[in-house]
Each structure stands twice: as C-alpha cells, then as structure tokens.
C-alpha cells in the first residue's frame, strides 16, 4: 500500500501472482533479487528473434498491441494496451 502524499497519485498497473501465460509465478531464489524496468519500443511490423528470458519478466504495454508466442506451449498470446 502506498502512502499519501499530498500532490502524489499512484496507480497499481499490474498485481499478480501470475506471469502472462497464466502460470503460477516461483518462489523467489535464495540471494539478492535485483529489479529492472526497460522501456522497449518495437515498430509496427517489427519482429524480435526467439529468444527465452533467464529471469522472471512483464510486460505493460503503452500503445498498440503486442503479440507473443510461447513456443514450448505452441499458444499465441496478444496483449493489448493497459
């Protein structure tokens, strides 16, 4: 939950113990977790090569529509803004 300040809004985008494909997410590792935001901006058309994440990962998709395919599953998913 996060504190009121006056002047400030905040706006959960995404909560969830799911990834995108609907899979229960891990429990975290023994370690130091490390967080990360990047923002990636893919043209119209464009077409990123296979590839997997080595770490846990979202997506929040601003404009447009983003289509993934999860190859081990043979599923397409399309993700739309917000």
Do not use: C
């Not at 300040?5 to 429990?27: H, R």
């Not at 090569?49 to 846990?56: D, S």
């Not at 190859?71 to 917000?82: H, M, P, Q, V, W």
Request: aromatic share 4%; net charge neutral.
């Amino acid at each position: 939950m996060q504190e009121e300040v006056k002047g400030v809004k905040f706006k959960t985008l995404v909560a969830s113990t799911k990834d995108w494909a609907g899979d229960t997410l891990p429990s975290p590792a023994a370690g130091q977790p490390e967080l990360s935001i990047v923002e990636v901006t893919i043209a119209p058309g464009a077409r990123l090569p296979v590839h997997k994440h080595p770490v846990l990962n979202g997506v929040y998709v601003l404009k447009g529509s983003l289509k993934v395919t999860l190859i081990d599953r043979k599923e397409t998913l399309t993700l739309d803004e917000g």
